[in-house]
């Protein structure tokens, strides 16, 4: 029991962890738009869409551009348009399962806009 660590395999698996952390950093803006616009669009049932979707950790903060709900009942035109969201939430506490916003802010407000 001399070597508690058998180098021969932490190493690649360390290799593993930080690719598959990297790959997690890439893509977690792709993929929470994504999951935002389809989720979105089964919920309303019309179409969900955005321009940008941005993830920053420290602190923990989501800015959503250019958000667009389609009017079920009307799908030429936008129930509403957002031009942007920003809010901040405590990542101790998401990690716990509760989910507490500090601050909010939505810019660009509007209603019953025509679809382009």
Excluded at 51 to 71: A, G, K
């Amino acid at each position: 029991m001399k070597n508690w660590i058998r180098w021969k395999g932490f190493i690649p698996f360390t290799l593993i962890i930080v690719a598959f952390a990297l790959l997690f950093i890439v893509f977690i803006d792709s993929l929470a738009r994504s999951l935002l616009e389809s989720q979105g669009s089964k919920l309303v049932g019309a179409k969900v869409e955005s321009r940008d979707l941005r993830i920053n950790f420290f602190p923990f903060r989501v800015n959503i551009d250019d958000l667009q709900v389609t009017n079920p009942d009307a799908p030429m035109t936008n129930a509403t348009e957002i031009g942007s969201i920003r809010f901040g939430m405590q990542l101790d506490q998401l990690l716990f399962g509760k989910v507490i916003i500090d601050e909010m802010q939505l810019d660009g407000v509007q209603l019953n806009t025509p679809r382009s």
